[in-house]
T-cell receptor
Framework: ETGVTQTPRHLVMGMTNKKSLKCEQH?????MYWYKQSAKKPLELMFV???????ENNSVPSRFSPECPNSSHLFLHLHTLQPEDSALYLC??????????????FGEGSRLTVL | AQSVTQLGSHVSVSEGALVLLRCNYS??????LFWYVQYPNQGLQLLLK??????LVKGINGFEAEFKKSETSFHLTKPSAHMSDAAEYFC???????????????FGSGTRLSIRP
């Protein structure tokens, strides 16, 4: 069982669909993240959760809605997406110690295609 | 605010040759520095990291990096490239402090490493 598991690995959806991405970490970490990775662009941090509380939202459009029911699970709810939202969505977790960010552990990503 | 610059979006070396991937950073406080590798259709995997102490850091797969404060650099090297090293490499910096510091890892744009037979 890998440390950070993302499902589904691939998702194709229409612009009017509603779908969700799921992330689960088995590492006992206290912080979880969503990143967006588009072709020829740096990784974009989308959301940060620390002890289940959202601590950062990097001006992400409201068509992306995160949910963190506990420190092991993170969801990204998707609705009325645009074709430019097609990307690899990466979940990561880390253990914060003394207020300093530890290394990130990534899942394998969910490849999203919006038609 | 911190930032990371990776020089060269694509580097190509021959198998057995030296690999050098360049990373420069800016940070207002002593940084934590990371190198990650990403193979096709996979997530990022930590290669190595610098926090404090010895400035020459050894990582997995024979890679190492040296923290040079005076040059604000953290270049990644490997003495002899292998075909399996072909991947995307990302340098990252963290200087966040405080309860909400979980967001403070900033990634470079990445360098794609190709290995010629």
């Amino acid at each position: 069982e890998t440390g950070v598991t993302q499902t589904p690995r691939h998702l194709v959806m229409g612009m009017t669909n509603k779908k969700s991405l799921k992330c689960e970490q088995h590492l006992g970490h206290n912080a979880m993240y969503w990143y967006k990775q588009s072709a020829k662009k740096p990784l974009e941090l989308m959301f940060v959760y620390n002890f289940k509380e959202q601590t950062e939202n990097n001006s992400v459009p409201s068509r992306f809605s995160p949910e963190c029911p506990n420190s092991s699970h993170l969801f990204l709810h998707l609705h009325t997406l645009q074709p430019e939202d097609s990307a690899l969505y990466l979940c990561a977790s880390s253990q914060e110690r003394g207020g300093r960010t530890g290394e990130l552990f990534f899942g394998e990503g969910s490849r999203l295609t919006v038609l | 605010a911190q930032s990371v610059t990776q020089l060269g979006s694509h580097v190509s070396v021959s198998e057995g040759a030296l690999v050098l991937l360049r990373c420069n950073y800016s940070s207002s406080v002593p940084p934590y520095l990371f190198w990650y590798v990403q193979y096709p259709n996979q997530g990022l995997q930590l290669l190595l990291k610098y926090t404090t102490g010895a400035t020459l850091v050894k990582g997995i797969n024979g890679f190492e990096a040296e923290f040079k404060k005076s040059e604000t650099s953290f270049h990644l090297t490997k003495p002899s490239a292998h075909m399996s090293d072909a991947a995307e490499y990302f340098c990252a910096v963290s200087d966040g402090w405080g309860y909400s510091s979980a967001s403070k890892i900033i990634f470079g744009s990445g360098t794609r490493l190709s290995i010629r037979p």
